[in-house]
């Protein structure tokens, strides 16, 4: 498995921005689609967005669609999840999650990511 380590949580005001970043180490980084994921207390884990192995398509949950952008670097094996006009909704912790391209693209399901970060935690003060 690749691992994942998240950073760039923190304590934000609504309508402020937050990058969110992910490093991966361990395997080849450009062998996997990423996600971004997030759990607020008492939810389920919940799809946030999602780049394929070369960065060419993205996705995104309806909730965060025009206000975030995923994007990656190869050479650098980092995702980074950049988020704008934040509302008191996207308070969670913040996961990174890898699924090995070759298993297929386009899915939202936590259960088809097979390795995962320790998460971050993304506050929004209203």
């Known amino acids: 498995q690749v691992r994942l380590v998240e950073s760039g949580g923190g304590l934000v005001q609504a309508g402020g921005s937050l990058r969110l970043s992910c490093a991966a180490s361990g395997r080849t980084f450009s062998n996997y689609n990423m996600g971004w994921f997030r759990q607020a207390p008492g939810k389920e884990r919940e799809f946030v967005a999602a780049?394929?192995?070369?960065?060419?398509?993205?996705y995104y949950a309806d909730s965060v669609k025009g206000r975030s952008t995923i994007a990656r670097d190869n050479a650098k094996n980092t995702v980074h999840l950049q988020m704008n006009s934040l509302k008191a909704e996207d308070t969670a912790v913040y996961y990174c999650?890898?699924?090995?391209?070759?298993?297929?693209?386009?899915?939202?399901?936590?259960?088809?990511?097979?390795?995962w970060g320790q998460g971050t935690q993304v506050t929004v003060s209203s």
């Open positions: 999650a890898a699924r090995e391209a070759y298993l297929g693209w386009a899915t939202r399901s936590t259960a088809d990511f097979g390795s």
């Open positions: 780049i394929s192995w070369n960065g060419d398509s993205t």
